[in-house]
């Protein structure tokens, strides 16, 4: 896979410039594959459709944008949509701070 990617790298900025059938075949493709805010947006509002069929949809900070509540509801969703839609491994940490540090200032 390396090689291909090295490949691509030397070889494709010359192949854009001469060839404009698969430059713009790989734009197609590129706009078609890509994450954009409205296209990530329905994928949130899908997966908040699956994870709360029956339930009432309240109004609430971290989530009302797509109708959530509970940030834990929302963290839920995101890291769903995160992890089985773009690949991205995301990790929960809670780090205790026994120095009462904020922004390097004691607090």
Avoid: Y
Avoid at 18 to 33: A, K, M, P, V, Y
Avoid at 34 to 40: D, G, I, L, Q
Avoid at 84 to 90: A, E, M, T, W, Y
């Amino acid at each position: 896979m390396t090689d291909l990617k090295t490949q691509l790298q030397t070889e494709l900025p010359e192949l854009l410039r001469h060839d404009s059938g698969f430059r713009q075949w790989l734009e197609q493709l590129i706009r078609q594959t890509a994450v954009t805010p409205k296209s990530f947006d329905t994928l949130l509002l899908e997966e908040i459709k699956r994870s709360r069929p029956c339930r009432e949809q309240n109004v609430g900070a971290p989530g009302a944008r797509w109708g959530i509540t509970p940030k834990h509801d929302f963290c839920a969703v995101l890291k769903r949509i995160l992890e089985n839609n773009l690949g991205i491994k995301v990790l929960n940490v809670n780090e205790f701070d026994d120095g009462d540090t904020v922004f390097d200032t004691p607090d």
